[in-house]
């Protein structure tokens, strides 16, 4: 039993690496990326991220923060405060790409 979860969890991750060679190969991932940081500027995101940070910052004080404190601290909220549209719309955008690398 552990042997399926242990080969599922390689499957995985061999296609999730296949996947992000294809997208780097071929330039796509630089738009996605693209995509991403403008959907997030345009949907405030970023300035959340910014107020967080100030927050931590004033809460703690400057000498008890480091860099590496607050992106451990904000990675799970920011990964929470990213809309649901902008996901959305990103995953369409590459299941449209990996239908369009199949037809190739």
Known sequence: M???GSDKKSRD????????QQLVETGEREKLKE??????AECGWRDQLKQLCKEIVRERGLEHVSVDDL??????KARQLVPDTVKKELLQ???NFLAQQ???
């Open 2 to 4: 552990a042997d399926y």
């Open 13 to 20: 991750n061999q296609m999730r690496s296949a996947i992000n």
């Open 35 to 40: 995509l991403l940081r403008v959907r997030l």
């Open 71 to 76: 992106v451990q601290d904000i990675t799970p």
């Open 93 to 95: 955008k590459i299941r």
């Open 102 to 104: 199949a037809n190739v």
